[in-house]
């Protein structure tokens, strides 16, 4: 099979995948729903067929283990994790995701008889959207050691709490420790398409990245004092809205004039909500990013204090709810260097950026080296079926993962 052709599978796949879901014209697939089960029938067949044993683990991650060289009889052989989510957003594209899952299985399947003197794993994780419980890399947290059991209580919307939902799946909630990565772990690979428009503004297929951006969400609240719209004057006027629009101005700005940095509000709740009152109260929210703590921590303070200065300028009160303060996550130097090597054996420019996206590989790699390799995607279109990769870029994807296998492999002989 060429190069084009394995591509074309692995698409092909990505959108069999994708009419797995709760939803008859869309793809909805939230974490333990009944095609998530459909998802783990159709992988487990293909990667016993490429030579994997297959398991779910507790959480519900799917898991297929390709063993290590024969000759190599060491008791717990290193292993290597290569995966992403199988998990989506309601009405979602097929790629986010599932495609770093398809591109794993087929991987190996490349591999044929071929071993490395380490066990791979792909890994299919259940959840890292968040969208089922609220609560995002369930699947990876469980993988890396990190899941609070605090959150087998959290309930989803039909009042079943995440310990049942665990059980009604036919798995138990206290062999959730056992979904732990191996101590002996070498490292987690994940590719995943990039989700915006950077590598198509730069006609570029791929791109190493080197940090995962860290993410500050907030809730604001611009209080004042509803009116009638057509008896009070407008300089007697406490509007939160206008107020708040203000201040949503001053994001905009914040974020064009410190590079690198993303801000957005992406949510504004009024009240009382009718075309003829003046808006007595505003709710917005707030989220910002940045490669580098510092300098979103600095940016969220400069925002707040404008906050405070434009409601007391106008007359009304501001509140401020921090919601997430995620630090932003290096990835491991070593996986990214012989990603770039990889890159570049296959074809293509060795091009290196930030994520602004979270991704399971940053809770992975709490626990292990970890790695991202990005995939252009048509329009930066993500979250939406228009959600699109190309063939060629998939069939360098698939030799720059097969290059890196091979470098990893030299080093663990060593």
Known sequence: MTSIEQAREVIRWCRQLAKLSEDRNATTRRFLSKPMRDVHTALAAWMARSG??????????????????????????????????????????????????????????????????????????SDEEGVRFGAPFLGSRALA???????????????????DAIRNFGLEPDRIPDAKAASNALGYLEF???????????????????????QSRAELAFGGSAA???????????DALAC???WITE???????????????????????AGNVVPGRAVVSLDV??????????AVERLTRAAEEIATRRGLTMTCEPRLDQPSVSMDASIAAMLERAVEQAGAPAHRMSSGAGHDAMVVGASMP????????EGGVSHHPAENVREDDVAVALEAGLKFLDELALGARG
Do not use: W
Not at 192 to 213: K, T, W
Not at 289 to 298: E, S
């Open 251 to 273: 994001v905009e700005r914040e974020a064009l004039t410190t590079p690198g940095l993303v801000a957005t509000v992406g949510r504004i709740d009024v009240e009382p909500g």
């Open 244 to 246: 708040a629009a203000a």
């Open 52 to 125: 994997m044993t297959v398991r779910v683990d507790a959480m519900g991650n799917i898991r297929g283990v390709l063993p290590r060289r024969r000759e190599d009889t060491k008791d717990a052989p290193p292993r290597f994790y290569i995966g992403s989510h199988l998990d989506t957003v309601p009405n979602a594209g097929a790629f986010d995701g599932v495609l770093g899952v398809v591109m794993a299985v087929a991987l190996v399947e490349i591999l044929g008889e071929k071993r490395f003197p380490f066990a791979i794993e792909v890994v299919g994780f």
């Open 289 to 298: 990013r940045h490669p580098a703590d510092p300098t979103r921590q600095a």
């Open 192 to 214: 995943h398409i990039e989700q915006g428009p950077v590598l198509e503004n730069l006609n570029l297929p791929l791109a190493v990245v080197d940090v995962i951006s860290g």
């Open 145 to 163: 050691g990190t899941f609070d059991n605090v959150l087998l209580d959290r309930a989803d919307q039909s009042g079943r709490t995440l310990r």
């Open 370 to 377: 970890a790695g991202m390799l990005f995939l252009r995607c």
């Open 228 to 238: 009638h719209a057509g008896t009070t004057p407008m300089k007697l006027r406490r």
